[in-house]
């Protein structure tokens, strides 16, 4: 059984930097490798949205809210998803979620969410 296990949330400062983390269980490093890889965040009352994905290639793809200022990496040994946030903004407040999906599947994990919060 697949688990997602974020951590890295918190409260800092704009323009300050943040790093996320989510790291699975449950499974192989084969099996980590194969998965599309993305970062949700939603704020309260808003839908959730995609932050950014990678894809088993490592191809990194983001919305253009976040683009230039944040960076998503993946170690397969570490079965390890990262989510490297600098020049925080207060619109860049929310919970953000980690999820793996299985390409050609319909298999989805997701992570438990972390608070980020940017304010002074």
């Known amino acids: 059984q697949v688990q997602l296990v974020q951590s890295g949330g918190g409260l800092v400062q704009p323009g300050g930097s943040l790093t996320l983390s989510c790291v699975a269980s449950g499974t192989g490093r084969s099996i980590f490798s194969a998965y599309v890889l993305e970062w949700y965040r939603q704020a309260p009352g808003k839908e959730r949205d995609l932050v950014a994905n990678?894809?088993?290639?490592?191809?990194?793809s983001y919305a253009d809210s976040v683009k230039g200022r944040f960076t998503v990496s993946k170690d397969n040994a570490k079965k390890t998803l990262y989510l490297q946030m600098t020049s925080l903004k207060p619109e860049d407040t929310a919970v953000y979620f980690c999820?793996?999906?299985?390409?050609?599947?319909?298999?989805?994990?997701w992570g438990q969410g972390t608070q980020v919060t940017v304010s002074s």
């Open positions: 990678i894809s088993s290639n490592g191809w990194p």
């Open positions: 999820r793996a999906k299985l390409g050609g599947t319909n298999i989805v994990h």
